[in-house]
């Protein structure tokens, strides 16, 4: 599973966090992935990143969000997402920009290679 572009990569993930569906979203991410909340500890390959983003939905938060910038060179893209976590009460609970290194497979699919989730918020 991946994305046809990656432009779309960030609506699959909003899509599948929102749907509580860990094991797909993990899909989005490439087998040895690494991927950050907050620029200090990180979970490396999709096991841990599993793990990572099912802590997250546990919360019963829902997501809503937008691809900011999308530059690609070759088989590689570097892509930014403006997002929010909603409570059921659709206050706004956290929100950051985002910044993802995706890579385009042998299946033509794009995937994330790099993703840290508050990165363009933080100094």
């Known amino acids: ?14 899509e599948r966090f929102n749907a509580g ?3 797909g979203m ?7 992935a690494v991927f950050t909340y907050d ?4 979970a490396v390959g999709r096991g841990q990143i599993e793990r990572a983003l099912a ?4 919360a019963r938060l829902k997501m809503r969000g937008a691809t900011v910038t999308v530059y690609v060179s070759g088989d590689r893209a ?3 997402m403006k ?23 042998a299946d033509g699919l794009w995937r994330f290679q790099i993703d840290d989730a508050t990165a363009g918020s933080r100094a």
């Not at 599973?1 to 909003?14: H, K, N, Q, R, V």
């Not at 993990?26 to 040895?32: G, I, K, N, P």
């Open 83 to 105: 997002w929010e976590m909603l409570d059921s009460s659709g206050v706004v609970q956290s929100s950051a920009i985002s910044c993802e290194v995706q890579k385009r497979g």
């Open 1 to 14: 599973m991946g994305a046809t572009s990656p432009e779309l990569t960030a609506d699959l993930f909003i």
């Open 78 to 80: 570097l892509t930014r």
């Open 55 to 58: 802590g997250f939905m546990m």
């Open 26 to 32: 993990v899909l989005l991410y490439e087998d040895d």
């Open 39 to 42: 620029g200090e500890e990180k």
């Open 21 to 23: 569906d860990a094991a």
